[in-house]
């Protein structure tokens, strides 16, 4: 058989770090598109059925707007779509669903949505699928334990079977992707995949982690469809599903399909004087090639540019604020006046206060000891404003 693999959709992410409430309804809604990039994956490549492998909503209360939406999509992929809840949108009782709105518009909009609560063999026409929700939302026990007391010679012999989890494994923890930094998730939740018996399963389908990743010889994490963070380092291969052909007693064979749209970019640029800046002109054209609302950056700084360098670079990142979804800064670019500018500041004739001002600052420039100090920075912001003032008036 054949089946698309998917996790971790996260619709309703509130995108918080975002300031510009458009922006993050942006980020939002292309959550949403995902679902029908999907979609269309399963018509083109005949998939019979899809698994959802927890958090396909960000949260166990979302907009019933968002609902609709999702619904109507999973709805258009006509065939049948199995899913758990996870950790975001677990199942206990109050979460989406068993609320009226979703069960209602569940029958009508997508009648073949089937939502797995019951720890118990799901027997298809050409799958087993073995069901592990998540019903609250951290739980100190394995989600996969009532495998290990299951009677397997009661499992129809001739079909695959597919362990569908959300959580971390052993010697693999997930992620707490609430804050910028990441940090590592505590113990709930997590998979022993050494208590499960290989030879009885042909695919263990996980969901948690963002990233696609094999983390055992059946076990795969599809990773989000949409990306939802910015680079992590290694094994940063985010935005798609898993396309998995099973058979029953033979290696699975899976590959992954594009799904995702938007960019989150890293860039690390250390300037040592105005020539850097068409470097970094040119890293950005690799990064985000002029598209505008479609990419994120975490910009990492160090360095100094001359004061007019400076202000080339400030409007370069004004103009980035407009043109991305995001634009994150770490670290300082600091001003250090080159000696022409000192000199077009300290000897304007036609400006003695200027000039005056300019001296006294160069003066107390001039007795810092530590170039980097918090002073040290203020006179050089100070000299900036001086000679943006004296060059644009």
Not at 146 to 168: K, N
Not at 276 to 293: K, P, S, Y
């Amino acid at each position: 058989m054949r089946l698309i693999h998917t996790a971790d959709w996260q619709i309703g992410k509130p995108y918080g770090t975002v300031a510009d409430e458009q922006k993050r309804f942006r980020l939002q809604q292309e959550r949403i598109n995902a679902v029908g990039r999907i979609r269309d994956v399963v018509r083109l490549q005949n998939a019979e059925l899809v698994l959802v492998a927890g958090d396909l909503f960000d949260s166990p209360t979302p907009d019933t707007t968002a609902v609709l939406e999702v619904l109507e999509l999973i709805g258009e992929m006509e065939v049948p779509v199995l899913v758990i809840p996870g950790n975001h949108d677990h199942g206990a009782p109050g979460s989406v669903w068993h609320r009226d709105d979703f069960q209602r518009h569940q029958r009508t909009k997508a009648p073949n949505l089937q939502l797995l609560l019951e720890r118990q063999p799901l027997v298809l026409e050409s799958a087993v699928v073995l069901p592990c929700p998540l019903l609250r939302n951290q739980d100190n026990t394995d989600p996969t334990q009532w495998l290990r007391g299951l009677d397997w010679s009661s499992l129809p012999t001739d079909r695959p079977r597919i362990v569908l989890a959300h959580g971390g494994v052993h010697g693999f923890s997930g992620r707490n992707y609430e804050g910028d930094e990441e940090a590592q998730a505590g113990a709930n939740n997590q998979i022993d995949l050494a208590a499960l018996p290989v030879a009885q399963i042909d695919y263990i389908a996980l969901g948690d982690w963002h990233n696609l990743k094999q983390v055992s010889e059946l076990a795969w994490y599809p990773g989000t469809p949409e990306p939802d963070r910015f680079d992590q380092g290694e094994d940063n291969q985010r935005g798609q599903v898993l396309l998995v052909d099973l058979q029953r007693g033979a290696p699975a064979a899976v590959t992954p399909q594009t799904t995702g749209r938007i960019q989150w970019h890293n860039l690390t640029m250390r300037f040592s004087g105005d020539g850097d800046l068409d470097r970094f002109d040119r890293q950005l054209q690799d990064c985000i090639a002029g598209r505008v609302a479609r990419d994120l950056l975490r910009l990492e700084v160090s360095g100094s540019l001359s004061l007019a360098g400076h202000r080339r670079y400030q409007q370069r990142l004004n103009d980035l604020q407009n043109q991305l979804l995001r634009l994150r800064i770490k670290g300082e670019c600091q001003q250090s006046p080159e000696a022409a500018e000192l000199e077009q500041l300290t000897a304007r004739s036609e400006d003695p206060l200027i000039a005056q001002v300019a001296q006294q600052l160069q003066q107390r420039l001039g007795r810092e000891s530590d170039p980097d100090s918090d002073e040290a920075s203020r006179i050089r912001t100070a000299l900036c404003e001086l000679f943006r003032f004296t060059t644009t008036r």
